[in-house]
């Protein structure tokens, strides 16, 4: 019986102290992230980042030291929507688990599309045909829209089609956005847990009703706008972690967001 124990011993401080040779994080990271600065592109209602230096330089003890306050709006740059911002009683900022924010993403990409129509509204054709060369969109994905407006950030004229600012600006709003029966069969016929895209919003520039916000909020399905470096994505075959600021009550808020594209070899595993 010694003799047994020792040997299990044995066999789990081995295992304790061998390291592992399967590393999770094993391939490409690609930074989805637009860096905040005062070219940051918000939406032309609202406060536009601001950062101000509190102290930068040597400190009278020797040391170098900087701090700085900054401000802006919840929804501009790479920021989340939260389900309340357009669905009352629906999940805030803070409310959005963290199982919420990382999974299997998908990429469909309508650039030449767009290109050709600024106003371009992503149809469920474009599903359809995505759908048709890679399989169904997989339960819990994240899914990411590109329309290749991403290559137009910080020009604000050609990224939102006006570089004005103000109520009075919101008419002349051109940009691309998911059609809002897309939206509504998407909640129907897929289970997701998020979708981004890479302008403003996830409703066209002019849109007045925003009944894709609305389809997917009321489902509590979160958007991440203003997604940078889509075309560095393959379709499918990677992850997405998106982690917002936890700002409690929020409606949106600032958003880190990155994928991992699974390295060649371990994708056939």
Not at 39 to 63: L, N, S
Not at 99 to 110: F, H, M, N, R, T
Not at 216 to 245: Q, R, S
Request: hydrophobic share 40%; with cysteine.
């Amino acid at each position: 019986m010694r003799n047994l124990v020792g040997l299990l011993f044995s066999a789990l401080l081995f295992v304790s102290c061998t390291p592992s040779t399967a590393d999770p994080f094993n391939g490409d990271w690609i930074d989805l992230t637009h860096e905040f600065s005062e070219d940051t592109v918000y939406w032309v209602t609202a406060e536009p980042f601001k950062r101000t230096t509190v102290a930068e330089g040597k400190t009278d003890k020797g040391f170098y030291y900087s701090a700085y306050n900054f401000s802006g709006a919840e929804h501009g740059g790479t920021h989340l929507d939260a389900p309340i911002h357009f669905a009352e009683g629906k999940k805030t900022s803070d409310q959005i688990e963290l199982s919420e924010l990382i999974a299997p993403g998908v990429k469909i990409d309508v650039t030449a599309k767009a290109a050709a129509d600024r106003d371009y509204l992503i149809s469920l054709d474009d599903i359809n045909a995505w759908e048709t060369t890679n399989g169904p969109i997989p339960d819990g994905a994240i899914i990411l829209f590109q329309t290749g407006f991403a290559s137009r950030w910080p020009d604000k004229k050609s990224y939102l089609g006006t570089d004005r600012k103000g109520p009075d600006a919101v008419k002349d709003l051109h940009f691309p956005g998911l059609h809002p029966a897309a939206a509504k069969w998407l909640v129907e016929n897929r289970k997701f847990k998020a979708i981004g895209i890479d302008t403003a919003s996830i409703d066209n520039g002019q849109s007045s009703t925003f009944e894709s916000h609305v389809a997917l909020m009321t489902n509590n399905i979160p958007a991440f706008e203003n997604v940078a470096n889509l075309d560095k994505l393959p379709a499918k075959g990677f992850h997405v972690f998106a982690f917002p600021m936890k700002i409690r009550g929020g409606s949106g808020g600032p958003l880190r967001i990155a994928a991992l594209i699974a390295d060649p070899l371990d994708r056939n595993r």
